[in-house]
């Protein structure tokens, strides 16, 4: 671990640490939703480097990235009392600019504070711009599978034991598939956000991510532990649904061969 990181994560305990002891309740359990997930992130994407056998240089930059990658979420909730982008900041912007305005890679030469800036901004859109740098692109990928393997198990566990709709986006409760969603899904074109309507729109298009991993890592974490066939399993009966679940499993079966 780069003496950065461990700076970058005493850092990071400190900022979190005082949204942690607000009064606020809902605000505390929100912010330790999203204090547990960067850890992980940061975990999976060590574990990602390791398996993919990648660069030591590419995995310090990485491992500084998916640190940084959530850095504006804290404040966001404490601001907006929501996680949806939406109705609030975009998370993966309002990160990147802390970046620099709070000088969190001190000592880092520019252009390597610029790719990790990138990837931590681009993290969120739903697709990595071409015009980023070849380094930042590869950064931007492996934080995107990540995040993405965490946040399907956090998803996988609320729909279990509700008790928040922040982590749902505060979607309407509804289990109905709007037949837009539906029909865009089975095109495998993943909706922006603003067409979703229902909880279970949101669940069903989690699926589309078989389509949006990058490293054979994570399509075999996404197999092992059976992500999709349990999250398609949220839904109610549907053989649009069951279509989409079986093509993309069968992507990734593919793709990791
Ligand atoms: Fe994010």
Known sequence: MSRLLDDLLL????????????????????VRLKHAHTRRVLLTVQDLCREEMLSTETTRLAELAALLHDWSRFEQFRRYHTYNDGMSEDHGDASAEMIFRDGLLPGLPDAEVADIADAVRCHNKLAIPAELSPRAQELCRIVRDGDKLDIFSVLLDYLQYPDDPAVTLSLKEGMDLTPAVVEKASLRLNPPHQ???TKADFILTRLLWAYDLNYRFTARMFLKENLLPRMRAQLPPSAAADRILQEAIAHLQAFVR
Do not use: G, I, P
């Not at 305990?13 to 929100?30: F, G, I, K, P, Q």
């Open 11 to 30: 850092c990071y305990e400190e900022m979190t640490r005082e949204y942690l002891l607000s009064e606020d309740a809902h605000l505390v359990r929100n």
């Open 195 to 197: 067409e979703l309507r």
